[in-house]
């Protein structure tokens, strides 16, 4: 503030007139040394070059943000003159300023139809993945195999994106590599074990099964991090369990290699989470997910040539070009891995425009938009207990991300009201001491000081 004071001296500011406005501005006035101000003496053909201190000045009755255009009329302030009379010339700022924004586009003035449309593509590319990649492994069951080809394609995707600059790469060191390769092992197992379950039993029956993620998620921040998770959340998840019970006790495509593998999955996927937390990289989302591609694809290929590499080059290729042409073939394996990485990419982006309550309901009604069409597309009979135990599994999902998202708003909530309360006493410690400080000099020039 010394800095400060000693350029720029302010009378009591006048209320402030903000023409045709309720709110008032918000948050702070920045005065820096990067943007000198010319100003033009009454009386005097020179113009005077004026330059304020870095230090923010900030006033606490700007308490509210300003989100129409219009003019708004400043305060009249005293300021220092740097000329020839040594700091004694004072001038007078009284022109009004004019905020003019630019205009907005129509998508700009409706954002919801923005997010509406990633929400549909989103679901609409999750949907055709899910199909067009069961519809593959009903002619060639080789998922190891079809995990890599995911992953390949999704890597090639990145690195063209990259070369064109759309995004630019964001540079790596040995430190972020640490941190994203736990991630990236556990995506590669998480997502190996989902596409075994994929090919051995039926796609409803699959995301049934993992909608037991949450469960997990609850046990390992539990028992694995230490976080105390709340009783409502406990409970809500006794629903998710009994569905999944239900629905698997009556599954006609049940087989043990499915279930199994889904629970697999489930666990890779919560470790995921738990070291998604502590990779905190400073990269935007697609350059991460980029990089955790490129390194899940590493881990994918040992097992994919191990597992499935001799039957491949014996007989699974030749039967699966004799079955649909080699034309189809590759194709098809193209377009599931385009799929799979542009509904992984999508979802994340759209999971960053919303809040945490949409982005709950917007992964619960994903599950059943892939469970019903999965039914539909490949005419899935099912009993009616297993029906039943879906929707209870669903209804359980749904509560528990209702529940859990309301937990973090309010977090959130309240550390954003500890902040506010925070810089509110800063800015009143601040005025008080520059009001104060103005009293004294003021009584002290009148000699009414001891």
């Known amino acids: 503030m010394s800095s400060l004071l000693s350029h720029l001296s302010i009378r009591p500011a006048k209320p402030l007139n903000v023409n045709g406005f309720a709110s008032r501005i918000s948050p702070s006035l920045a005065l820096r040394t990067s943007q000198p101000i010319v100003l033009s003496v009454e009386n005097k053909p020179e113009k005077i070059r004026v330059e304020f201190s870095g230090k923010r000045l900030r006033f606490s009755w700007w308490d509210q943000t300003l989100t129409r255009r219009g003019s708004i009329g400043i305060p009249v302030i005293k300021a220092a003159a740097d000329g020839a009379d040594g700091g004694d010339q004072e001038t007078k700022i009284s022109q009004g300023l004019s905020i003019a924004e630019p205009p907005k586009s129509f998508l700009e003035r409706h954002p919801a139809l923005v997010t509406g449309f990633f929400f549909f593509t989103w679901y609409f590319l999750n949907v055709i993945f899910n199909i067009l990649n069961k519809k593959v492994y009903n002619y060639f069951p080789y998922p190891y195999f079809v995990s890599v080809v995911h992953l390949l394609v999704g890597v090639v995707y990145c690195l063209i994106s990259w070369s064109i600059g759309l995004p ?9 590599l640490g941190l994203l390769t ?62 999944v019970s239900m629905a698997s006790l009556t599954e006609l495509s049940f087989n043990w290699l499915g279930f199994t593998s889904a629970m697999i999955s489930n666990i890779s996927f919560t470790y995921r989470s738990i070291y998604s937390k502590k990779a905190m990289t400073g990269m935007d989302s697609t350059n991460v997910y980029a990089y955790i591609s490129i390194i899940a694809l590493l881990f994918c290929l040992p097992p994919a040539i191990l597992i499935e590499g001799p039957k491949l080059m014996q007989y699974g290729f030749k039967d699966a070009i004799a079955k649909v042409g080699i034309i189809k073939f590759v194709s098809d394996l193209f377009w599931i891995g385009m799929f799979y990485h542009l509904y992984n990419q999508i979802a ?88 104060n400080s103005r009293s004294t000099k003021s009584t002290t020039s009148l000699g009414l000081d001891n």
């Not at 630019?168 to 972020?176: L, T």
């Open 168 to 176: 630019k790469r964001a540079p790596i060191n040995m430190d972020q």
């Open 348 to 435: 994340t982006n759209t999971l960053e425009r919303v809040a945490p309550l949409t982005h709950a309901v917007g992964n619960v009604l994903k599950r059943v938009f892939v469970i019903g069409f999965s039914i539909v597309v490949f005419g899935n009979t099912i009993s009616t207990q297993t029906g039943i135990g879906t929707a209870i599994a669903i209804a359980g999902v749904a509560i528990y991300s209702f529940i859990k998202a309301r937990i973090e708003q309010d977090k959130r909530f309240g550390i954003a009201a500890y902040q506010r309360a925070l810089n509110a006493k800063i800015n009143h410690d601040i005025i008080s001491t520059y009001t």
């Open 182 to 243: 736990p991630v990236a092992a556990c995506h590669a197992l998480g997502h190996v074990m989902s596409n075994v379950s994929f090919a051995a039993v039926a796609v409803s029956f699959t995301h049934t099964i993992k909608a037991l993620e949450p469960f997990f998620n609850a046990a390992a921040s539990q028992f694995v991090l230490g976080h105390q998770i709340p009783l409502a959340l406990w409970l809500s998840l006794a629903p998710v369990v009994i569905g």
